[in-house]
């Protein structure tokens, strides 16, 4: 038997365990961001019809054991998605306002992103998501708090412009009453492909910015 010479301690099966482990975990994750891809075709395509975790796991090709492994139950797997949309609504928007500039070059990008069109595919995960809160409480709370955040980006919107021209305009009620009628306006276009979105909106933006 050879002497360890080197001082060092000898090795043990820790290290082996810990990228056994990682590896294990790596494809746990894989394995939940494919549930959620899955269960987002499911609402996008059927809405809230035939969404169950049985079918999302026969979409996805894994067991329905595995599904709930990763997902406690129907609802934990909705709200999973509600998260997994942000990056698709939410954080571009957050970015327009939050990038360097004064208020008319924020304005600018947060007009850009709002008249760019809505994949389909969004708005109608958005209007399943819309759908289901009606009925699970869990839902509804997940989707309030990503609504929240949206708002949150047109009050810092309008935080920008008071603090620009030094007003002592409140700038909350300003991104309140302009995310209002962003959903709005949101609502009608889906139905009249005639409206002139940007125009509406800008008419708006420079109507409530006028009072600040």
Known sequence: MATRV??????????????????????GEQTRARLIA????????????RFTTRNVATLCGVSHGMCHYHFADRTDLIVAVVQDIRPEWITPLEEA???????????????????????PDLARLHAALHWLALSDERVRTALEAEYARWRSCFVLLFRCLVEERG??????????????AVDGLAAIGSLDGTVDAER?????????????
């Open 6 to 27: 080197t001082g060092e301690a000898p090795r043990t099966g820790s290290g082996a365990g810990r990228a056994g482990g990682t590896r294990a975990s790596a494809k």
């Open 38 to 49: 899955a269960a987002r075709t499911l609402l996008a395509g059927d809405g809230a019809g």
């Open 97 to 119: 306002v939050a990038a360097p500039g004064g208020w008319a070059e924020r304005a600018d990008r947060v007009l850009a992103l709002l008249t760019s069109p809505e994949s």
């Open 167 to 180: 007003s002592a305009a409140d700038p909350v009620p300003l991104g309140e009453a302009f995310a209002a």
């Open 200 to 212: 509406v909106l800008r008419t708006l933006l420079d109507a409530l910015s006028a009072t600040a």
